[in-house]
């Protein structure tokens, strides 16, 4: 069974960064395109970034694009997401998930069918 664990989510003032981790177990992460998600209280889960399976393709949400960075290391079976200049919008509890498609002009859940069970991320002052 496919398993993703995330971590490295906590509590931070705005302008600071954090990475989260995204580690998977039962399976190698390196034939899949991963994800990172986030849902704040209240609204929609929405698409943050993309990665592809090789690493060579990324994809960001225009509300982090220059803040936020995804990178994969197949060799440790784990994919993370650099977040800087972190604000209080970003508050939400953070996804990551594996798929086999990669797009670069959506992230879409539909694409995505194996899920971490979240980090919370706090950005506040």
């Known amino acids: 069974q496919l398993q993703l664990v995330e971590s490295g989510g906590g509590f931070v003032q705005p302008g600071g960064s954090l990475r989260l981790s995204c580690a998977a177990s039962?399976?190698?992460?390196?034939?899949?395109?991963i994800a990172w998600f986030r849902q704040a209280p209240g609204k929609e889960r929405e698409g943050v970034s993309c990665?592809?399976?090789?690493?060579?393709?990324?994809h960001y949400a225009d509300s982090v694009k220059g803040r936020f960075a995804v990178s994969r290391d197949n060799g440790k079976n784990t994919v993370y997401l650099q977040m800087n200049g972190l604000q209080p919008e970003d508050t939400a509890v953070y996804f990551c998930?594996?798929?086999?498609?990669?797009?670069?002009?959506?992230?879409?859940?539909?694409?995505?069918?194996?899920w971490g069970q979240g980090t919370q991320v706090t950005v506040s002052s």
């Open positions: 039962g399976f190698t992460l390196d034939s899949y395109s």
């Open positions: 990665i592809s399976s090789t690493g060579y393709m990324m």
């Open positions: 998930a594996a798929g086999n498609t990669y797009r670069d002009y959506i992230i879409s859940e539909t694409d995505f069918g194996s």
